[in-house]
């Protein structure tokens, strides 16, 4: 159980297109999703988390106008990344958080998103 | 505000008991602490949660004393396949904060 997807899993494309990634809970519905870059050999960055059905809060430093962050439904979120550039390049990966219900639940991850911009 | 601090690297060898330990010192009252496991190029996998004393499900035990300040992963039995980083995350509060430590890069020997 508590199954993630993401999609694409990697991705090529040139400065100044938009890219979307598309995070999915497959088997539990998720009030809290959260997307995270990663830089080669760092920590997780978080970026944004989104709720359903309201807006997403992103960190400081994050732009929201260029990521852009939808959370339509408690199994679906996706993040796109606007005119992107080469110093976008980076592991981009999701998680989501089940409805809560007893005691605390915690995250559970996609495999990830690598992102390439020329 | 809370931080947590691990290790960055720890080297052991097939079949030795591995312990990590994170710190975290200005944890607040109804923070959890979580452990997760990342392998190159893919999302980090749970490991295991607690908010005191001990936990152990069946691939590790979480050690967190009384004042809650550390808490220490065990992995007992370690093979070369436990070879990855391992992240420490204090979670929870009214806020659902997230601080995540910085992973600490564990390599196992044959």
């Known amino acids: 159980g508590a199954v993630v997807s993401q999609h694409p899993s990697w991705v090529i494309c040139k400065s100044g297109t938009s890219v979307k990634i598309e995070c999915r809970s497959l088997?539990?519905?998720?009030?809290?999703m959260f997307w995270y870059r990663q830089f080669p050999k760092q920590s997780l960055m978080l970026m944004a988390t989104?709720?359903?059905?309201?807006?997403?809060?992103?960190e400081q430093g994050v732009e929201k106008d260029k990521f852009l962050i939808n959370h339509a439904s408690l199994t679906l979120s996706t993040l796109t990344v606007t005119s992107a550039h080469p110093e976008d390049s980076s592991f981009y990966i999701c998680?989501?958080?089940?409805?809560?219900?007893?005691?605390?639940?915690?995250?559970?991850f996609g495999p990830g998103t690598r992102l390439l911009v020329l | 505000l809370a931080k947590t601090t691990q290790p960055i690297s720890m080297d052991s060898y097939e079949g030795q008991e591995v312990n990590i330990t994170c710190s975290h010192n200005?944890?607040?009252?109804?923070?959890?602490i979580t452990w997760y496991q990342q392998f190159p190029s893919q999302g980090p996998r749970f490991i295991i949660q607690?908010?005191?004393?001990?936990v152990t499900n069946e691939v590790a035990s979480l050690f967190i004393p009384a004042d809650r300040k550390s808490s220490t992963l065990s992995l007992p039995r370690v093979s070369l396949s436990d070879t990855a980083v391992y992240y420490c995350?204090?979670?929870?509060?009214?806020?659902?904060?997230?601080?995540w430590g910085a992973g600490t890069k564990l390599i196992i020997k044959p």
């Open positions: 998680s989501a958080r089940p409805e809560r219900g007893r005691g605390q639940e915690t995250q559970y």
């Open positions: 088997d539990f519905q998720a009030t809290t």
């Open positions: 989104s709720n359903e059905g309201s807006k997403a809060t992103y």
């Open positions: 200005n944890i607040a009252t109804n923070d959890y």
């Open positions: 607690g908010y005191k004393t001990k």
């Open positions: 995350l204090v979670e929870g509060g009214s806020n659902y904060q997230l601080i």
